[in-house]
């Protein structure tokens, strides 16, 4: 079936660095986009999300970019610090409450 | 606000043996979730529970993966018989109505078949 993949399993970023983490997406008919924050030990933590019905969503720090033209997600980190180091999914789904398909993960390293 | 609660947050069994997890949403959240997450990959739903009723059981391996949620709000998920393959994080969500986007993940219980 059609899934969220990831370009780049690995991200190393020196702090204060911008960091910028990419995602493609096979179906078209997604609605809504996620981006999660796993650190080790723990469940995803909500980032940020965004709807296919926009292209930007800003929130502190960080930035989602949608460009369903050629299904690509982007999450921008600013000024990333050493917390930032986690590994973050994409995730997809068609409609509120359906079931979310996430991508296979990048991990950010941050560099002091 | 309590978060998702699980446990137990380790298990190591052998195959073929039985093993049980036991998830807690978060108060007032009528959606619950159980993902697996096998290492290096994103968490893959196995069911989804809207109260009491299951919504999407899809990927529920049924032959030896299970789950309830009697009351509607703790749930349990078992595997019976474990294979070495169910080797994997095993997470609960929860979400305050069908239909809400965030879902809250707990910590996740690690399964270990040997």
Redesign the interface.
């Known amino acids: 079936g059609e899934s969220v993949g990831l370009h780049l399993p690995t991200l190393s970023v020196q702090e204060g660095d911008n960091s910028i983490i990419n995602c493609a997406y096979s179906n078209s008919a997604s609605d809504y986009f996620i981006w999660y924050k796993q650190e080790s030990g723990k469940g995803p933590q909500f980032i940020i999300d965004i709807r296919s019905n926009m292209d930007k969503r800003q929130g502190q720090r960080v930035t989602v970019l949608l460009n369903k033209t050629v299904k690509h997600l982007s999450l921008q980190i600013a000024a990333t610090q050493p917390g930032d180091s986690a590994v973050y999914f994409c995730a997809e789904t068609l409609d509120a409450g359906n079931m979310l398909t996430f991508g296979g993960g990048t991990r950010l390293m941050v560099k002091p | 606000e309590a978060g ?1 609660a699980q446990s137990p947050r380790y298990k190591i069994i052998e195959k073929r043996q039985s093993v049980a997890f036991w998830c807690n949403p978060i108060s007032g959240h009528a ?1 619950l979730y159980w993902y697996q997450q096998i290492l ?6 196995l069911i ?1 529970f809207q109260n009491n009723g299951v ?2 059981d899809s ?1 529920l391996p049924k032959d030896r993966f299970s789950a309830e949620r009697l009351k509607g709000v703790d749930s349990t998920l078992k595997i019976q018989p474990a294979k070495l393959e169910d080797s994997a994080v095993y ?1 609960c ?1 929860s979400s305050f ?12 219980t690690r399964l270990t078949v040997t």
């Open positions: 998702v959606t290096g990959q994103g968490p893959k739903l989804q919504v999407d990927q997470l969500a109505l069908d239909g809400s986007y965030e879902q809250y993940f707990g910590p996740g």
